[in-house]
C-alpha cells in the first residue's frame, strides 16, 4: 500500500516512514527537502498519485500565533484539497492530547483548527492526539533556564517516547479510518519538574543545557 507521510523528515516522520518501510509498504517521505510543500502545494499532486493515506505529522516551523495558524489551516486545505482530488481513503493526522483546554495558546488554537478542518471534510479520517514527546524534555529545560537555574512549573507532565508515537500513528494509518480520535500516552506521569531533574541526573539532557554542575530546577508552584 502507498502512504504519503507529510513531514516524513521530521522527528516523528522519518520513524514512521521508516516503520511503514518495515512492514513492506510504499511509504513516500513528503516534505520540503524532498520537493513536497504542503503550504504551497508543490508535489502533492504527484506525491498522492496511486496512494491510499496520507499521514499529516508535519509542523509550524514558527510558534507566532498568526504563523502557526496560517500553517496548520494552509497546509490541512491544501491537502485536504489534493486527497479528494486523488482518491485518498483515509487520511490520519496528528496532534496534542488536551489542546480544546489550552487555547491561550495561538499553537493549541491552530491544532483545534486543523482537528476541525480534517472533522468537516468529507475524507474519512483518524485523529491520533499524543503527550508531549520525552524528546522535547531537553528544549523545555533548555527554554525555561534562567542563569543556574531552570525554572519549571510543578504540574503533571506524561511524556511519551516519539518512537511509540510513531508506531501508533503507523498502526492507525494501517487499519481502518476512526472517523473520531484515539489519545496515546507516555507510561509514567509525574511532575514536569521531577521529570526534568531525573532525566538531568542521567545526563540526557546535559549536553543541551548550558549550566554549570551546580545548577538547580525550581519548581513554580
Known amino acids: 500500500m502507498k502512504i504519503v507521510v507529510i513531514g516524513g523528515s521530521g522527528l516523528i516522520g522519518s520513524r514512521v516512514v521508516t516503520k511503514l518501510r518495515e512492514q513492506k509498504h510504499e511509504a513516500v517521505d513528503a516534505s520540503p527537502k524532498s520537493g513536497v510543500n504542503s503550504v504551497t502545494g508543490e508535489g502533492l499532486a504527484e506525491a498522492m498519485k496511486g496512494a491510499s493515506v496520507v499521514v499529516d505529522v508535519s509542523n509550524a516551523p514558527s510558534w507566532d500565533d498568526a504563523a502557526v495558524m496560517e500553517f496548520f489551516e494552509t ?73 543556574s537555574k531552570v525554572r519549571l512549573p510543578h ?25 473520531g480520535t484515539v489519545e496515546i500516552e507516555g507510561p509514567e506521569r509525574s511532575y514536569l519538574d521531577e521529570i526534568v531533574r531525573k532525566a538531568w541526573r542521567q545526563a540526557r539532557i546535559r549536553a543541551r543545557l548550558s549550566l554549570t554542575r551546580t545548577a538547580t530546577i525550581t519548581a513554580s508552584r
Do not use: C, W
Request: no cysteine; proline share 3%; charged share 15%.
Open 75 to 147: 497546509s490541512t486545505h491544501n491537502l485536504l484539497s489534493h486527497e479528494a482530488t486523488a482518491g485518498i481513503k483515509h487520511h490520519v493526522a496528528l496532534s496534542v492530547v488536551g489542546s480544546e483546554r489550552m487555547l491561550e495558546s495561538g499553537y493549541f488554537r491552530a491544532k483545534i483548527a486543523q482537528e476541525n478542518l480534517i472533522k468537516a471534510s468529507a475524507i474519512p479520517h483518524s485523529i491520533v492526539r499524543a503527550t508531549q514527546f520525552f524528546e522535547f524534555v531537553k528544549a523545555i529545560a533548555d527554554y525555561s533556564t534562567e542563569g
Open 155 to 179: 504540574v503533571f507532565f506524561q511524556p511519551i517516547a516519539a518512537d511509540d508515537v510513531a508506531g501508533a500513528v503507523s498502526q492507525v494509518a494501517l487499519g481502518q479510518p476512526i472517523h
